[in-house]
């Protein structure tokens, strides 16, 4: 599926959510608002014309003490009941609008006030509003409309109550719901992100490791990674430079080793020609040209290194296994190396010394190359000593998980290495100066560690104050001799 793809169909499950809490919400807010329309318009609209039908029941227990008022004063039975009638006559208005809806007890509590109008109306209003039971009757019509409507007012504000405590339980279950849509939300989107995320990363993770090994010489085909198709793509480019590089690499050695091949047999007809004029075979020499005859000899001993070395590093960087012969005492064959170098050691003013185990490790390893290996570090330790310096060449043994390795550490006494020596140090034709040693082609520690790769060990660099260790591990065979 297509990166595109991919985040279209992620990021539109997060709308998705969001739709759903929308309406989560809305339906909340719906209901809520649906209570408070019965709240309203029908409780509190109910309310008012049973508060109307109360009021004009009321007004007829007001025009009855009004009258009795009047008649008291003087007024004649006419006057009264012109007032009575009056409120009757609203009071019937109001009930035949609102009476059968009223509550039953309401209603009748009214009707006894319109009984009581109506008595008045039909007798001597006067005389009959006078009368002591006339009064009582209207007291307790008062005291039972006023219960009536006390108890009324208690039941609204009651249901009331329920329907506001209806209308929080809707609101909170919509809170509730919408903060578990809301945490759902954010745990999915974080999911979904960290999925999408790693989908991504981890791809090119992987490519810029395998990117970074491209870079350091390592032509290893690169696998799939996952993810993607764009990450594939960049993948399958990845590979394409990768065998690009390798083809390039491989004329590189190609070209090395038949160079190398070409300049080794006039170098070696050179090397026997003048050994020749030092023997003396083609006359005696004057010391002139003895001083000169040393320095060409010197001159092309350097030259055979160097071509050895080019045609050591084709050999090994091209994969051929190494000629490893059993029985090799390591000992001796860094005692070669270092007899091999002795010479201009001491021309330098520099002292070699050897430090040994009691015992001495057989080996199956190709001598001939590790010979060289150790010479490399020996004559880069050399050339950096200064006069009357040190370089300690020490053989040891150490146990590593299940395995024993023997170590060759090789300490000079130079100035050290810096920061951007060192980090480049055992790359190939990486020449560096150090101290007043010239720079060379930069292959000695990039062989010896090749070398040491190839015999199933390995190369390492140790800086210390004003000295420099390398160290060279080679595992042990089963065999060892005293």
Same mark, same amino acid.
């Given at each position: 599926?297509?990166l595109?793809t991919r985040l279209?169909?992620t990021?539109?499950?997060?709308?998705?959510?969001?739709?759903?809490?929308?309406v989560?919400?809305l339906q909340g807010?719906?209901?809520?608002?649906?209570?408070?329309?019965?709240i309203?318009?029908?409780?509190?609209?109910?309310?008012?014309?049973?508060e109307?039908?109360?009021?004009?029941?009321?007004?007829?227990e007001?025009?009855?003490r009004h009258?009795?008022?009047?008649?008291?004063?003087g007024?004649?039975d006419?006057?009264?009941?012109?007032r009575i009638?009056r409120?009757t006559?609203?009071?019937?208005?109001?009930l035949?609008?609102?009476?059968?809806?009223?509550?039953?007890?309401?209603r009748?509590? @009214?009707l006894q006030?319109?009984?009581l109008a109506?008595?008045a109306?039909s007798n001597?209003?006067?005389?009959?509003l006078?009368l002591?039971?006339t /009064?009582e009757r209207?007291?307790q019509?008062?005291e039972e409309m006023t219960d009536?409507w006390?108890?009324?007012?208690h039941?609204?504000?009651?249901?009331i109550?329920?329907?506001e405590k209806?209308a929080?339980?809707?609101?909170?279950?919509?809170?509730?719901?919408?903060?578990?849509?809301?945490?759902?939300g954010v745990v999915?989107?974080?999911?979904?992100a960290?999925?999408?995320a790693?989908?991504?990363t981890l +791809?090119?993770?992987?490519?810029a490791a395998?990117?970074?090994r491209?870079?350091d010489?390592?032509f290893t085909?690169i696998?799939?990674v996952?993810?993607? +198709? /764009?990450?594939d793509?960049l993948?399958?480019?990845?590979?394409?430079?990768?065998?690009?590089l390798?083809?390039v690499?491989?004329?590189?050695?190609?070209?090395?080793?038949s160079v190398?091949?070409?300049?080794?047999s006039?170098?070696?007809?050179l090397?026997e020609? &003048?050994?020749?004029?030092?023997?003396g075979t083609?006359?005696?020499?004057?010391?002139?040209?003895?001083?000169v005859?040393?320095l060409?000899?010197?001159?092309?001993?350097?030259?055979v290194?160097?071509?050895?070395a080019l045609l050591d590093m084709?050999r090994?960087?091209?994969?051929?296994?190494?000629?490893?012969?059993a029985?090799?005492?390591?000992?001796k064959?860094?005692?070669a190396?270092?007899?091999g170098?002795?010479?201009?050691?001491?021309?330098?003013?520099?002292?070699?010394r050897? /430090?040994?185990?009691?015992?001495s +490790?057989?080996?199956r390893?190709?001598?001939?190359?590790v010979?060289?290996?150790?010479?490399?570090?020996?004559?880069?330790?050399?050339s950096?000593?200064?006069?009357?310096?040190?370089?300690?060449?020490?053989i040891g043994s150490r146990?590593?998980?299940?395995?024993r390795?023997?170590?060759i550490?090789?300490?000079?006494?130079?100035p050290?290495?810096?920061?951007?020596v060192?980090?480049r140090?055992?790359e190939?034709?990486?020449?560096?100066?150090?101290?007043d040693?010239?720079?060379?082609?930069g292959l000695?520690?990039?062989?010896?560690?090749?070398?040491?790769?190839?015999?199933?060990?390995?190369l390492? &660099?140790?800086?210390?104050?004003g @000295?420099?260790?390398?160290r060279?591990?080679?595992p042990?065979?089963?065999?060892?001799?005293?």
């Open positions: 599926m297509r595109p279209g169909i990021h539109g499950a997060l709308v998705a959510l969001l739709i759903v809490l929308l989560v919400t807010l719906l209901r809520m608002l649906g209570v408070m329309t019965i309203s318009d029908q409780r509190l609209s109910r309310l008012d014309a049973e109307e039908l109360h009021r004009s029941a009321w007004d007829i007001v025009a009855l009258a009795r008022i009047a008649c008291a004063e007024a004649s006419a006057v009264a009941a012109d009638a409120a006559g609203t009071f019937s208005d109001v035949a609008r609102h009476g059968a809806a009223a509550p039953a007890r309401l009748d509590a @009214s006030y319109e009984v109506n008595d109306l001597r209003t006067c005389p009959f006078s002591s039971s /009064e209207r007291m019509l008062d009536t006390i108890d009324r007012l039941e609204l504000h009651a249901d109550q329920a329907k209806s929080r339980a809707i609101g909170n279950r919509t809170a509730s719901n919408g903060v578990v849509v809301a945490v759902l999915a989107a974080v999911f979904v960290r999925l999408t790693r989908s991504v +791809p090119i993770a992987r490519l395998d990117a970074t491209l870079g010489g390592d085909p696998k799939p996952g993810g993607p +198709p /764009e990450i793509e993948r399958r480019d990845l590979e394409r430079t990768r065998e690009k390798l083809g690499d491989r004329l590189k050695q190609a070209f090395l080793a190398s091949h070409e300049l080794r006039p170098l070696g007809r090397r020609a &003048l050994a020749l004029l030092g023997d083609l006359g005696e020499l004057t010391s002139k040209q003895g001083r005859l040393t060409a000899s010197r001159a092309c001993e350097q030259e290194r160097i071509v050895e084709s090994v960087s091209s994969g051929l296994p190494v000629q490893r012969q029985g090799c005492d390591i000992a064959v860094v005692e190396a270092v007899e170098e002795r010479p201009a050691a001491v021309d330098r003013g520099v002292e070699i050897i /430090e040994r185990d009691d015992k +490790p057989s080996l390893l190709d001598s001939a190359l010979e060289r290996a150790v010479a490399n570090l020996v004559r880069n330790a050399v950096v000593s200064p006069r009357d310096g040190v370089v300690r060449v020490r146990a590593d998980e299940d395995r390795l023997v170590t550490d090789v300490v000079d006494d130079g050290g290495l810096n920061d951007a060192a980090a140090i055992f190939p034709f990486n020449a560096a100066q150090v101290a040693r010239p720079a060379g082609i000695g520690l990039s062989l010896a560690r090749e070398v040491a790769r190839a015999h199933g060990g390995d390492d &660099l140790a800086r210390g104050e @000295s420099t260790t390398f060279m591990e080679i042990v065979g089963t065999e060892e001799v005293s």
